[in-house]
């Protein structure tokens, strides 16, 4: 009879949201195909030229005293105005927005009443001790 | 920025042209750019990348900007400012995340267990109230001098 195989090292490691898979335990580390090595070379090819513009520009001896960088512009842009462009009101986001704007409001509101009319039953029944010098009500 | 408005970012891409275009402009492979899902949160065509802080980057690969480990025109993570290396860290750790997560737990439950239950059902040796000296600490509580104090006595003979 046939068991199921033993669990992989990276199954019994179970990466989650807070942490990542060391790459000992990843099996994409240890394989050689011709596919990956392409990825490799192009990823490569496209950081050597990335590298080559911007060696250039902190070399030359003209260069305007800031370097930007496009890709920080872009990550700027995208999280302050690209935003409202593109938002779309579905389902999940007015729900999402309902919660967040509207849910904080009414807890407070519900908390700060309660406790409001529980403090004036209790000072109408005189159980509240109130010092003659308090300046809070 | 005098950058055009075809190299920022925009809305989120339909047809392979745009996804390729998109590609081209975050200076990522065609096969590697994968946009957030279309939710309408406000993402665009942002690329999605995989959430690893900046601590798992290599530390001794000559980055461009080697406090940051990222190199210019790099594609930054939305988040990119959470997973600098002065704050959230997601290395992988000795110990998996479950088997901390469980011993943190159940540790944790069973002190404060122990501790309620203490407290509903607290046992000690048994004692009987505080005897004080001269005669209950009369002239010591305002007594008057004057006056013979009421014999207190603790003790049977």
């Given at each position: 009879?046939a ?44 950081r ?90 | ?40 949160l ?57 088997t ?11 002190m ?24 209950d ?20 003979i």
């Amino acid at each position: 009879m046939a068991w199921a195989p033993p669990p992989s090292a990276a199954q019994l490691y179970r990466p989650n949201r807070f942490v990542s898979l060391p790459p000992e335990l990843d099996p994409a580390t240890y394989d050689t195909s011709p596919e990956k090595l392409r990825a490799e070379a192009e990823r490569l090819a496209i950081r050597s030229r990335l590298k080559r513009q911007y060696l250039l520009q902190l070399n030359d001896p003209n260069a305007p005293a800031v370097i930007e960088n496009p890709a920080l512009i872009r990550w700027a842009y995208a999280k302050s105005q690209n935003v409202y462009p593109t938002f779309r009101p579905t389902p999940k986001t007015s729900f999402l927005g309902a919660v967040y704007g509207l849910g904080p409001l009414l807890f407070w509101i519900f908390v700060l009443k309660a406790d409001r009319d529980r403090k004036k039953k209790r000072i109408q029944e005189g159980k509240l001790k109130r010092s003659p010098l308090s300046v809070f009500f | 920025s005098e950058m055009s408005k075809d190299m920022l970012p925009g809305p989120y891409p339909r047809t392979p042209e745009e996804r390729a275009a998109a590609a081209k402009k975050y200076n990522m492979r065609v096969e590697d750019y994968q946009p957030y899902p279309d939710d309408g949160l406000g993402y665009g065509d942002y690329p999605m990348l995989p959430n690893k802080s900046q601590y798992e980057r290599d530390p001794w690969y000559q980055w461009d900007q080697p406090d940051m480990r990222h190199n210019w025109g790099e594609p930054m993570h939305w988040d990119f400012d959470m997973y600098i290396r002065n704050r959230v860290d997601t290395s992988p750790t000795v110990v998996p995340w479950h088997t901390m997560s469980k011993h943190f737990l159940l540790f944790l439950s069973i002190m404060l267990i122990m501790f309620g239950l203490g407290e509903i059902y607290p046992s000690y040796r048994p004692v009987g109230p505080k005897q004080y000296p001269f005669n209950d600490l009369y002239l010591e509580r305002g007594g008057d001098p004057n006056k013979k104090p009421p014999a207190v006595i603790h003790y049977e003979i």
